[in-house]
């Protein structure tokens, strides 16, 4: 069982910076992909970045590439998502997701756990 504690959502003016941060307990599987989704009020959940846990290689939604950066620590077993140029339509509760397999997916429904959410809300 694998538990995942996010935290970093806040408040910020749009052209600001949010870095989250996602504490797994354990990601030791061969085959882990690390995710950020996020869900606005009235609307889906949807894909915004994820992370091969080995090797490192990053995907992203449209609308956040060049603004977005999802990293991890191996050693701390977490992972990152920094957040530049954000803008009103970020807004969202921003959720971290892992999923036990080896090809990537931005279906939510492909990945195994999930953390409880963090909010970030983004002020024009």
Excluded at 12 to 39: D, E, H, K, P, Y
Excluded at 59 to 88: A, C
Aim: charged share 15%.
């Amino acid at each position: 069982q694998v538990q995942l504690v996010e935290s970093g959502g806040g408040l910020v003016q749009a052209g600001g910076s949010l870095r989250l941060s996602c504490a797994a307990s354990t990601l030791t599987a061969s085959s882990v992909i690390a995710g950020w989704f996020r869900q606005a009020p009235g609307k889906e959940r949807e894909f915004v970045a994820a992370i091969r846990w080995r090797g490192g290689t990053t995907y992203y939604e449209d609308s956040v590439k060049g603004r977005f950066t999802i990293s991890r620590d191996n050693t701390k077993n977490t992972v990152y998502l920094q957040m530049n140029s954000l803008k009103p339509e970020d807004t969202a509760v921003y959720y971290c997701a892992a999923a036990l397999r080896f090809t990537f997916s931005s279906n939510s429904q492909n990945y195994d756990y999930w953390g409880q959410g963090t909010q970030v809300t983004v002020s024009s």
